[in-house]
């Protein structure tokens, strides 16, 4: 087993959620979506071995201080060549591209490409965050997950998912494509559907959301949470703990760390 360097700044903890949305046994996980992401994808090797993997967010490749003439904020800018930077970047088995606030299906498409500059067997898998559900309705969250797909990512997370209801409704944005992501009952997917849990309602019947049919990874948005329980850093993360609802297998062991970019780079030589 390779050697790993411990996460520098967690911001993410995952557990593998089980089920599968067909209740059976595993099923074919293919679909036609993302020509660009390799059937065998290394993350997915590791969490089917409950290996811990380690990611980064991608960087915004505007320079720092860079504002529009009125002094707004300027759009984030990623580029093939940002993709393939952190392609080569070995201490990398994933990289997280955060489009919540402003959805950018270029930059998928940049970010996959540059990622796909490795051999299969080194490829960083690409998971994108795309505005929550409830931001522009369910029609435009559906066609988002598919385009991303589409333009190569290999998984897509949904933020702020609040009630079992709207954690089923993300999964069918796969399953009514004919893809089945990665669960641990069904470990022939070739994609992650990860589901957010970043609200105190979510809290509430988060054993309930856990157990969503199809969802590969179930996360806790420590950063939201903190800041919906009035500040408790140290309360945000409990709730979401494993087993720390008595849930057993539904929330196991952690499985992925997500940090900035910056911080990986401090902590490189410490590995």
Same mark, same amino acid.
């Given at each position: 087993?390779?050697?790993?360097? @411990?996460?520098?700044?967690?911001? #993410?903890? #995952?557990?593998?959620?089980?089920?599968?949305?067909?209740?059976?046994? !595993?099923?074919?996980?293919?679909?036609? !979506?993302?020509?660009?992401?390799?059937?065998?994808? @290394?993350?997915?090797?590791?969490?089917? !071995?409950?290996?811990?993997? /380690?990611?980064? /967010?991608?960087?915004?490749?505007?320079?720092?201080?860079?504002?529009?003439?009125?002094?707004?904020? =300027?759009?984030?800018?990623?580029?093939?060549?940002?993709?393939? !930077?952190?392609?080569?970047?070995?201490?990398?088995?994933?990289?997280?591209?955060? =489009?919540?606030?402003?959805?950018?299906?270029?930059?998928?498409?940049?970010?996959? $490409?540059? =990622?796909?500059?490795?051999?299969?067997?080194?490829?960083?898998?690409?998971?994108?965050?795309?505005?929550?559900?409830?931001?522009?309705?369910?029609?435009?969250?559906?066609?988002? #997950? =598919?385009?991303?797909?589409?333009?190569?990512?290999?998984?897509?997370? /949904?933020?702020?998912?609040?009630? @079992?209801?709207?954690?089923?409704?993300? #999964?069918? /944005?796969?399953?009514?494509?004919?893809?089945?992501?990665?669960?641990?009952?069904?470990?022939?997917?070739?994609?992650?559907?990860?589901?957010?849990?970043?609200?105190?309602?979510?809290?509430?019947?988060?054993?309930?959301?856990?157990? $969503?049919?199809?969802?590969?990874?179930?996360?806790?948005?420590?950063?939201?949470?903190?800041?919906?329980?009035?500040?408790?850093?140290?309360?945000?993360?409990?709730?979401?703990?494993?087993?720390?609802?008595?849930?057993?297998?539904? $929330?196991?062991?952690?499985?992925?760390?997500?940090?900035?970019?910056?911080?990986?780079?401090?902590?490189?030589?410490?590995?």
């Amino acid at each position: 087993m390779r050697s790993r360097c @411990p996460p520098l700044a967690l911001a #993410v903890m #995952v557990a593998a959620c089980a089920g599968d949305p067909r209740g059976g046994s !595993a099923p074919d996980g293919g679909g036609s !979506a993302g020509e660009i992401a390799s059937e065998s994808l @290394p993350l997915i090797a590791l969490l089917s !071995a409950g290996i811990p993997a /380690f990611g980064v /967010f991608v960087p915004d490749e505007r320079p720092a201080g860079e504002r529009a003439p009125d002094g707004s904020r =300027l759009p984030a800018v990623y580029s093939e060549a940002g993709g393939a !930077a952190l392609a080569a970047d070995n201490l990398l088995d994933y990289v997280f591209l955060n =489009l919540e606030d402003r959805y950018d299906p270029e930059a998928i498409t940049s970010i996959a $490409t540059g =990622l796909a500059s490795r051999e299969p067997a080194e490829r960083k898998a690409l998971l994108v965050r795309i505005p929550p559900i409830g931001a522009d309705g369910e029609d435009a969250a559906r066609a988002r #997950v =598919l385009e991303a797909l589409d333009r190569g990512a290999d998984g897509v997370v /949904f933020p702020h998912v609040r009630t @079992p209801d709207e954690a089923r409704l993300a #999964v069918s /944005f796969f399953t009514d494509r004919g893809i089945v992501p990665w669960s641990p009952r069904n470990p022939d997917g070739d994609k992650i559907a990860m589901l957010m849990i970043e609200d105190p309602v979510a809290l509430e019947r988060r054993a309930e959301i856990a157990d $969503t049919p199809g969802a590969s990874v179930l996360a806790c948005g420590i950063g939201s949470l903190t800041r919906a329980l009035g500040g408790d850093r140290e309360a945000a993360p409990r709730p979401c703990s494993p087993r720390a609802d008595g849930s057993g297998s539904r $929330t196991c062991s952690p499985r992925t760390s997500t940090t900035s970019e910056r911080a990986s780079r401090r902590g490189s030589s410490r590995c």
